[in-house]
Every structure is written in C-alpha cells, then in structure tokens.
C-alpha cells in the first residue's frame, strides 16, 4: 500500500506563494518610489518573465518529477559537476537568507514589542529562538511544515490582497501623475524597477524540489507553479499600484513598511499594526 504524500495541490501552491512572498517583498514599494507609477510597467514585465520561468519549470517537473528540482534537471541536462554547483550555489543562498530572515522578524515584532528594540541579547535570543522553531517543525515532518506554510500563506498574503483589492478601489486616477518622478528617461526608469521587482518573485521552483513528496507530480507541481506564480505576481502589481496611489513617491522612498503606512492611511492605525504583522510572519 502506498503511503500518503505531504503536498496536495493546494499546500503546493501555498508552498510557491508562501516562499515567494517574503520579507524583502514588504520593501519593494519602498525601493520603487524614487521612480513614481512608472515601476508598475517594470512590475508587469518582471511578472510576465517570472510566469515564463515558471512554465519551464511546470514543464520540467511534468517531464521528471525528481526530488531535487533544479538539482535533478541539470544532473540529467549536463552531468554531476554543473548539478553540485546548483545545488551547492542553492543551498549557501539559503543558509545565508535565514541570518537575514530571522534578523528582520526581530525588527518586525518592535513595533509589538518595544523593549526590544533596546536590548541586543533579546533580539538574538528571539532571531534564534524562531530559526530553531521552525527547524523544529520541519524535523517533525513535512507534512507539518506544509500546513504551518498553508496557514501563514494565508495570514502574509491577506494583507496585500485587502490592498490589491479594496486599497485599488480607492485610489485616483490622479494620484498616478506624474507618472515617471525618477528624471531620467522612461527606459531607463522601467529596467531599473524591472531589476529591483526581480527578487520580489524569487522562489517560484521552491513546489519542485520535494517532489517525491507531491501527490501525482506531473499534473500538481505545473499547475502549482503556474498558479502560485500568476496569483503571486498578479497581488503584487495591484497591491503596490495601491500604495503608490496612496503615498507619494517621497515619501514612500523614505519608508520602511510601505503596505502598512498605505492601510494606516486607508483605514487607520489599527489596519496599519495588522499589516505589520503580515510584514513579520512574512
């Protein structure tokens, strides 16, 4: 009798959307208000490529589903050598996050708790305390780990949906002009923010690397790929039109939580404090 696998469809997709919307996605508005509405089009092209890559990837994961994603198609393509580089390049830039991670969640809770902001011994005993937390629970099982990723899926990325969706409704046409703030040409202006949206989609081949864990491979890791790219891409464009149509671009450059000072705006402080805790659990 074969065993149960860990990923559904729907756990695989909130593991796509889940690693892709991050802390560093929270800054993103933030990075882009020295260029104004224009960096809307460069979220659209960065969007439309990151879909792109992952219809390879679908299209990989259809073709082999191997544990190992990335790993496995390159060991397949050109041999052992170039498939160590992958996944030893994957795995340093994954330890080397996590010290980055952990450091912003403590900066994230502040707000909640101020005494902390004082006291450098807490701050570490708090970053560490949720790095082995969440080892904790991946040594558990992935399973686990699949549904605390489906909960705090949904807890990140409400947040950005209320903006995308009743912050847009708010917004004036006006509030878009002038559309390019950055003085230079409007090339220029779109490659800029198209690079700096790029890391905002990071991790959309994250539902193919534990593939042996994914229940019919070759239909779930495609269509999870695609979906939690296009649904990823598609909250983040909208949901920063709402926050460059609510704070200007000067202010916006200025900011280090964008979405929460866009609700504090709409809705008041209360919504504010609610997104900055999207801002930490992501």
Known sequence: MSRAKALGLWTAVALVVGNMVGSGAYLVPSAL???????MVGWTL???????????????????????????YTRAAFGD????????????????GN???ATAFVAYLTPFVPSLDAAPIAQATVALGAVWL?????????REAA?????TTVLKVLPLLALATLGLVAVDAADFRPFNVSGGSGLSAVTATAALTL??????????????????????????????????????????????GVVAPGELAGTSAPYAEAATRLWGPWTGRLVAAGDAIA
């Open 99 to 101: 010290a980055a991670i």
């Open 199 to 244: 890391w905002g989609l990071l991790g959309l081949e994250s539902v193919t690397i534990p593939a042996d864990e994914v229940e019919n491979p070759r239909r779930t890791i495609p269509l999870a790929t695609v979906l939690g790219t296009a649904a990823t891409a598609a909250i983040y464009v909208l949901s920063t039109a709402a926050v460059l």
């Open 81 to 96: 050598l170039p498939a160590f580089l992958v996944a030893w390049g994957y795995w340093v830039s994954v330890w080397v």
């Open 46 to 72: 960065t969007a439309a490529g990151a879909i792109c890559l992952a219809l390879v990837f679908g299209r990989l994961g259809r073709i082999m589903p191997a544990e190992g994603g990335p790993y496995a």
């Open 134 to 142: 969440l080892t904790a629970v991946n040594a558990w099982g992935l």
């Open 147 to 151: 549904l605390l990723q489906l909960v």
């Open 33 to 39: 208000g020295r260029y104004g509405p224009i960096s």
